[in-house]
């Protein structure tokens, strides 16, 4: 009861504020154009910077084609390449368009799931998914599908028979219809369906399941979508989807310095950056209203006409001012009669407006400690949500864990109001923003995307075990903020960078296959703590080079948990959301939806072979069986070219026992079935038994021909480890002695 009337009360205090954020733009703007460029095409506008048509558009990248959809059909629509456009917003920078919805139906006739995996690219356009307006949805009773991008994988599954929860009008939460948020950053994706979950034996109450990535603003569940073929029927096999649009991939200080290219040439309008969309757009600045990329497109707003003034208002050009009728005056913004009214009635006067204004003070001091007693309620409740309570309990019984909670107040402080000057990455999961706490300590900020309830309950519980991690080889978690509804996470600051960015970037530096080979042992030994030193385990979900943080001394710190969860204790705690990086999914972890340790091994032997090959994990450009870096390892491997796809830096005759031995080991780990993975324990064994070799190659000679004189049993004894892992140990000794 209490959550959803302080939800409620949250919700109105954002209409509040939007309303008095929109109340300024609300006043229809004519699409401007350009002189002879026709502004309609049916009934959509089409306001500059798009144009129908050769030199009607500011450059190629906004041109519209009109054109009738079908042959006879009279009525004109505007398209961009495929996409019929219905809306465009120069003020939002948004324009909306429609997308094909990806399907899977049972057809009896055949007796086999139909499908239809609809897809968008606008790769190399000006165009990119909103991620604030477009949700991923799914709809269907035995249901597992995805978002396919370039970089990423996610998805959630949707099932109709839970015992907790059944389908119901207006609420999407997993019973008959999940959602998840879109990235930041999205230009292209595919609908895909998990093919094990299908409705062959349900189909006569479920005929078929659709996945969308649509405006959720025009999303309303019904549970006759699930039943019928409704949905299909109210969108008419497509849904609206909101686009965000940038003028060139520049940001504003590039555009601004040559101005016969700067886009907004209106007087009063200025450029703002596009965090979503890469590059810049116009805006009008405040007072006025129109179109900032045409001359003189913004025009001044009559705000008199919205009477703000208590008498007399008078319109300035981007402003107003008020004014009190004729022998009257402005006290305090409120007008009063003049003071030579007559000698008597003053003191009234005086009287009456000192009550009045100890009146209205009053009031207003009132007001604000309800207020702000309300907010401190919300904050408390936010605060319980996330198991902040449960987290300080735990805390009062554990001395010494040094996490701390924030305040909003001070996380908001630390990072400029999280300005977009402070982002150090985006993700799927979270903006993670460089802050500097009082005391000059810097820190790395990570608010989360919104998550559902189900998370929120188990956030709590999570973090708690986070902040207890102390391993040096994985980022330490400082503290936390739970006031809001999203939670954010505060981690030491990491400075050199990611893993990724030391693989591909183009620094020209060099690295070692001994620096590989450490930062590899070290991100293994982290992932093993991970696995084996908590209880329950942690399984971290998305291990992956960019996950990889390296310190000054390029020391390995595995980061980002969002996708981690607690390995399930029962059966029925089933990952809902499956979400991954393309090129690193594990193959079973698709199949079984089941998130295990094995998945974590998986994601590591991606890394091992892309520190052997310098090669991303995933190549959206190569052809189809040679986009994923492991099946074109797999590849080079059972055909014995390993050689022809290691990387040149490191491949050198002294080197090659090493690499045959890592990618040997990354081989194992790539196996498409979790039980034939090696723990990571061993993995991680090996990694540190190579890279003593490699070290001090006549020391482990001579320990070894000491051990062989005392015999096996001390020798299996002194090492702890399976006979395995030294016979790769040696293998790597005895071939170097014969390289050189
Ligand atoms: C549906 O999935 C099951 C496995 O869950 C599979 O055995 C069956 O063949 C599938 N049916 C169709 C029509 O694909
Ligand atoms: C998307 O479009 C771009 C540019 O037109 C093209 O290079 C790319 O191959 C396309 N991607 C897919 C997956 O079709
Ligand atoms: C949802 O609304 C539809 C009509 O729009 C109705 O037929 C259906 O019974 C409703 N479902 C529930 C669970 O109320
Ligand atoms: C969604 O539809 C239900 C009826 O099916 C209605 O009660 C509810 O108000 C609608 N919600 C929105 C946001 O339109
Ligand atoms: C959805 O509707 C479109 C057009 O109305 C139709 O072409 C398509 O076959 C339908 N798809 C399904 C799965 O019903
Ligand atoms: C400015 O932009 C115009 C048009 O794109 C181009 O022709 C010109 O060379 C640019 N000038 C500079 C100094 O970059
Ligand atoms: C626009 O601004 C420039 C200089 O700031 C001024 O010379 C010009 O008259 C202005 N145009 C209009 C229509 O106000
Ligand atoms: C309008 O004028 C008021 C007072 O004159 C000032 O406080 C306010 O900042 C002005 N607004 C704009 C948009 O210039």
Redesign the pocket.
């Known amino acids: 009861m209490t959550t959803t009337t302080t939800t409620k009360l949250l919700s109105a205090l954002l209409i509040c504020i939007s309303a008095i954020g929109m109340a300024s733009a609300a006043a229809d703007v004519a699409a401007a154009a350009h002189p002879g460029c026709q502004t309609r095409c049916g009934d959509v506008d089409i306001p500059f910077p798009f144009g129908i048509g050769d030199k009607c558009a500011i450059h190629e990248g906004f041109q519209l084609k009109c054109k009738a959809p079908k042959q006879d059909s009279k009525l004109m629509k505007p398209f961009r390449g495929d996409f019929e456009v219905t809306k465009i917003s120069v003020e939002d920078g948004k324009a909306w368009v429609k997308a094909y919805m990806s399907s899977q139906c049972y057809d009896p006739f055949t007796g086999g799931m139909s499908y239809s995996d609809a897809s968008a690219n606008f790769s190399g356009s000006v165009f990119w998914l909103s991620d604030t307006d477009n949700r991923i949805t799914i709809i269907g009773c035995q249901t597992l599908a995805y978002m396919m991008s370039d970089s990423y994988v996610i998805g959630c599954s949707s099932t109709c028979d839970d015992n907790d929860q059944t389908p119901n009008n207006g609420s999407c939460s997993g019973a008959g219809c999940c959602q998840a948020s879109v990235p930041k950053r999205i230009q292209y994706y595919r609908g895909y369906f998990n093919e094990d979950y299908n409705t062959s034996k349900i189909w006569r109450n479920s005929p078929c399941s659709y996945m969308v990535v649509m405006e959720d603003a025009s999303f309303n569940f019904s549970t006759t979508y699930l039943t019928s073929r409704v949905f299909n029927e109210t969108y008419k096999g497509e849904v609206p989807v909101v686009l965000d649009w940038a003028i060139t991939p520049d940001t504003c200080k590039e555009p601004q310095r040559n101005k016969t290219s700067y886009a907004c040439v209106s007087?009063?309008s200025h450029c703002i950056d596009n965090m979503n969309a890469q590059g810049y757009r116009c805006q009008c600045s405040n007072g006025f209203e129109g179109n900032p990329y045409v001359?003189?497109g913004c025009k001044d707003i009559d705000e008199c006409l919205h009477s703000p003034c208590s008498e007399i208002c008078t319109n300035t050009l981007g402003n107003f001012t008020c004014s009190c009728y004729p022998g009257r005056y402005m006290m305090n913004g409120v007008c009063v009669p003049n003071k030579k009214i007559g000698f008597a009635s003053v003191p009234a006067v005086v009287g009456a407006s000192v009550i009045f204004v100890v009146l209205v003070v009053t009031m207003m001091f009132a007001y604000l400690i309800k207020e702000r007693r309300k907010l401190r309620h919300i904050k408390q409740h936010y605060l319980r949500q996330h198991g902040g309570l449960l987290l300080f309990e735990e805390m009062k019984s554990q001395e010494g864990v040094a996490f701390k909670i924030f305040s909003h107040e001070e996380l908001q402080e630390a990072t400029n109001r999280f300005s977009e000057q402070q982002i150090l990455g985006q993700g799927g999961h979270g903006t993670v923003y460089k802050g500097l706490l009082k005391g000059n300590t810097e820190v790395a900020v990570k608010r989360c995307m919104t998550i559902n309830e189900q998370q929120k309950k188990e956030f709590g519980k999570e973090m708690l075990i986070l902040s207890q991690i102390n391993h040096k080889n994985i980022v330490k978690l400082l503290g936390c903020c739970l006031e809001v509804e999203v939670p954010m996470l505060v981690y030491e600051f990491i400075p050199n960078g990611t893993l990724f960015d030391l693989i591909h970037g183009d620094h020209g530096q060099q690295i070692s296959l001994a620096t590989r080979l450490r930062i590899a042992h070290e991100s293994a030994e982290a992932i093993t703590y991970l696995h084996s030193c908590a209880s329950p385990p942690i399984l971290h979900g998305d291990i992956k080079s960019s996950n990889i943080l390296l310190d000054r001394n390029l020391i390995a710190k595995i980061s980002d948990f969002g996708a981690s969860i607690l390995a399930p204790t029962d059966e029925s705690q089933f990952v809902t959301l499956v979400q991954g990086t393309c090129g690193y999914l594990d193959p079973e972890y698709m199949q079984l939806c089941q998130l295990t340790d094995k998945s974590d091994v998986y994601n590591f032997g991606v890394v091992l072979v892309e520190l052997l090959t310098c090669q991303k994990a995933f190549n959206l450009n190569a052809p189809e069986h040679e986009k994923s870096l492991s099946m074109r390892f797999l590849n080079a491997m059972k055909n014995n070219k390993l050689a022809h796809i290691i990387d040149g830096q490191i491949k050198n005759r002294e080197n090659m026992p090493f690499l045959e031995e890592i990618a040997e080991l990354a081989g194992q780990c790539l196996e498409m079935s979790g039980v034939n993975r090696p723990p990571m324990k061993q993995v991680a064994d090996n990694l540190d038994r190579l890279r003593k070799v490699m070290q001090h190659p006549w020391v482990e000679q001579n320990s070894e021909e000491l051990e062989s004189l005392l015999g096996e049993s001390s020798r299996v004894s002194s090492r702890g480890t399976s006979t395995a892992n030294f016979s790769i140990e040696r293998r790597g000794v005895m071939e170097l002695d014969s390289g050189r």
Do not use: L, R
Request: zero cysteines; charged letters at 50%.
């Open positions: 007087n009063n001359k003189d």
